[in-house]
């Protein structure tokens, strides 16, 4: 679905070359101009962007407009979907209207509880889980049905992700639910936050035993923690990330003004570790509110600027948006 | 202020009964011709489904804390109930799970699926978390179980092991194929 053969995640997985991507997280807002800004700092370092879907149960512009709009920018998006807003009708017309715009990449996930973010009050759907949505994914695009049986007028043709947690408990199942989502239809998974190699090596060799590489492509989370306000955020504040305590005695033993620079040379040196590791065939970068910076994590950690699609063409989005040419 | 009490959201429950004891009782009470003519019986009469659905929640309400889905998941789950997760996971724990194992939403509780999986694992059943849990069909809150179970209605809630590429469930549609 990218605007030129060879580009694009898609290709990047099916070439076996080492993929990279990064996340753009809609503005609180109607303003297009942040979504553009954010695309285009990541525009060529990456070969796709997640689109979150309100993250953290934080209302945000949604990840379907986001989406084309970073579309429109020359970066292909990943449209995350979460269970925790929609229920399986909403979900299912929301996951179609992606394939008409022409969105390239899905990525479906349970999501967090409304309990952590700006509406508690609001209904907590999940009429869905994260394994059954990858599922239904892929009854509309392969069996070309909703979930009722009823079938469709034209296919969506994206490639199906989700999402997995090496580190939280029970340790021993979390490569089998990866299997699952497998099974379910999932194509690619991106991990959360890796800080300690040496757990998701042996996560990812549970992965690899039950075969699941050839099957679908693991795509390592990776991130910057660039102030100790930061890693203890990161440490107490999200639900299901493990720091190891060796990061942070690094990153406590270092001048306050040196932090940042340490956590980037700490991200720059995971990613390095992570190629090393067997059946990993990519990562994906985290760095909320710091797009600025990917370029120069990437570009340390030896990536060149020539993923994506093809910018010396319009990309395709456009003649399929209403409205634009 | 005070915080807004949280109740209305599902909460992990750990089983008053042990995993071994509800395996062996599901061996009771496992399909057959007599609890199928049963149910079949129990049904057509409105005020003994009633008695009999009472019974049903008040039981598995006391030893599960079975929120009436009516469409028990307990055999595949280690007879720890996943409606009692907040998020209402059928398909095993999310990433929220901090490192003790306890739940996200409820972080003085254990999560249901830690749970879940200790009690399957530790009874030889830990198989049965592989298995696809399909979509709950929400028509269904309130109704007995036991009487789908026993007439097999709840033959296809979850996938068979090794399944391929297994089929959603098409009965709960308009217009079936």
């Not at chain 1, 796709?48 to 993250?55: E, G, I, K, L, P």
């Not at chain 1, 042996?202 to 050839?214: C, F, H, I, K, S």
């Not at chain 2, 979509?135 to 179970?149: A, V």
């Amino acid at each position: 679905m990218s605007t030129s053969p060879g580009n694009g995640l898609r290709a990047t997985l099916a070439a076996g070359r080492f993929a990279v991507t990064a996340e753009i997280g809609p503005p609180r807002g109607a303003d297009a101009g942040a979504v553009v800004a954010k695309a285009e700092m990541l525009r060529g370092w990456v070969d796709a962007a997640n689109v979150t879907d309100n993250q953290g149960a934080h209302v945000r512009m949604g990840s379907l407009g986001a989406s084309v709009l970073v579309q429109r920018a020359g970066v292909e998006p990943i449209m995350q979907v979460t269970c925790r807003d929609r229920n399986r009708m909403a979900l299912q017309s929301d996951l179609l209207s992606a394939g008409a715009l022409g969105i390239p990449n899905v990525l479906l996930l349970t999501g967090d509880h409304p309990r952590y973010g700006d509406h508690p009050d609001a209904m907590p759907v999940f009429d869905l889980d994260g394994v059954q949505l990858t599922w239904t994914a892929r009854t509309l695009r392969d069996e070309g049905e909703l979930l009722s049986g009823r079938d469709l007028a034209g296919r969506p043709g994206w490639l199906i992700g989700s999402v997995e947690n090496p580190f939280a408990p029970p340790a021993s199942f979390r490569a089998r639910r990866l299997a699952k989502k497998v099974a379910a239809g999932a194509e690619f998974a991106q991990t959360q936050y890796v800080f300690d190699v040496d757990g998701f090596a042996r996560w990812m060799a549970d992965v690899r035993d039950l075969g699941l590489p050839e099957r679908c492509a693991v795509l390592a989370g990776v991130g910057p923690v660039r102030s100790l306000r930061v890693l203890e955020y990161l440490r107490t504040g999200v639900p299901g990330i493990h720091v190891p305590d060796h990061l942070e005695r690094r990153l406590r033993g270092v001048p306050s003004d040196r932090v940042a620079a340490e956590g980037i040379r700490v991200c720059v040196e995971t990613i390095d570790a992570l190629r090393e590791v067997p059946g990993v065939a990519g990562v994906h970068l985290m760095a909320f509110g710091y797009e600025r910076g990917v370029p120069d994590i990437l570009a340390a950690a030896g990536f060149s600027p020539d993923r994506g699609p093809a910018h010396d063409a319009p990309p395709r989005a456009l003649s399929a948006v209403p409205g634009e040419g | 202020m005070d915080p807004v009490p949280d109740t209305s959201w599902p909460r992990p429950r750990t089983p008053r009964i042990s995993a071994r004891a509800s395996y062996a009782a599901h061996a009771l009470l496992a399909r057959n011709g007599a609890y199928r003519a049963l149910a079949s019986f129990v049904e057509r009469h409105p005020g003994l489904e009633r008695a009999f659905t009472r019974g049903e929640r008040v039981s598995k309400e006391h030893l599960f804390g079975c929120r009436m889905c009516g469409q028990c998941a307990l055999p595949a789950t280690g007879y720890a109930c996943p409606q009692t997760c907040p998020k209402q996971l059928r398909n095993g724990p999310c990433g929220g799970v901090s490192p003790e194992g306890r739940c996200e939403v409820h972080p003085e509780m254990t999560c249901v699926w830690v749970t879940a999986y200790e009690r399957a694992e530790a009874s030889g059943h830990g198989e049965d978390l592989d298995r696809l849990q399909r979509p709950l069909d929400h028509r269904r809150w309130g109704r007995s179980s036991w009487l789908s179970y026993w007439q097999g209605r709840d033959a296809d809630l979850w996938t068979a092991p090794g399944e391929d590429r297994p089929l959603l469930r098409r009965e709960l549609g308009l217009t079936p194929r």
